[in-house]
């Protein structure tokens, strides 16, 4: 009698861990099914500190009418429109304030090129110029939150340090479904 329960618990285990694996996959093939379509940029920010500098550099959205779109077969990204960045930059206890542009019509972009899901994360790669050059990386990237409407991306800015360069911090983009 006891090897009998010994049994039925061994095939209750293995059928749960089973489903559990399956949801996995499922939740992965739902996410890469989920994000495709056309997205508009909504809100953006970003904070990222330098240990070795001690530079803090704060980024919010001013303005923007950029437009990411996931394909599937082959998985690409195209991008268009501009994103303009208001930041302030701490060295040293002196601030500046400045603005830079994203401009997705040049291919510029957080998230460019191919893209692929993996542990329910959105994985790119992040170079200059070429994606094999020398420095370039797969990007990891967070999916917070995807709804039939609305799209929410965090990178851990750590992603961006090396060897001589260690940086922390988050990027959030938010986007909502065109």
């Known amino acids: 009698m006891k090897n009998l329960r010994i049994f039925q ?8 861990g089973c489903s559990s694996d399956d949801d996995s996959n499922n939740n992965t093939q739902n996410i890469a099914e989920d994000i495709i379509g056309i997205w508009e940029l909504t809100d953006y920010s970003s904070n990222s ?6 530079r803090i550099v704060i980024e919010s959205l001013s303005s923007s009418d950029y437009i990411i779109e996931f394909t599937n077969n082959p998985n690409d990204i195209i991008i268009s429109g501009t994103l303009v960045v208001d930041v ?6 002196n601030t500046s304030n400045f603005t830079y542009n994203v401009n997705g ?11 692929r899901i993996e542990n329910d994360n959105l994985i790119t790669r992040s170079f200059e110029v070429d994606p094999n050059e020398e420095g370039a990386f797969d990007l990891i990237t967070e999916i917070v939150e995807l709804t039939s409407n609305s799209l929410i991306l965090r990178i851990d800015n750590a992603q961006y340090s090396s060897e001589n360069s260690t940086r922390t911090g988050i990027r959030t983009l938010t986007y909502t479904k065109q």
């Open 105 to 115: 019509d040049f291919d510029e972009g957080f998230h460019t090129d191919e893209w």
């Open 9 to 16: 618990l061994s095939i209750l285990l293995l059928i749960f």
């Open 49 to 54: 500190t330098t240990t070795e500098t001690g």
């Open 88 to 93: 302030a930059e701490t060295n040293n206890g």
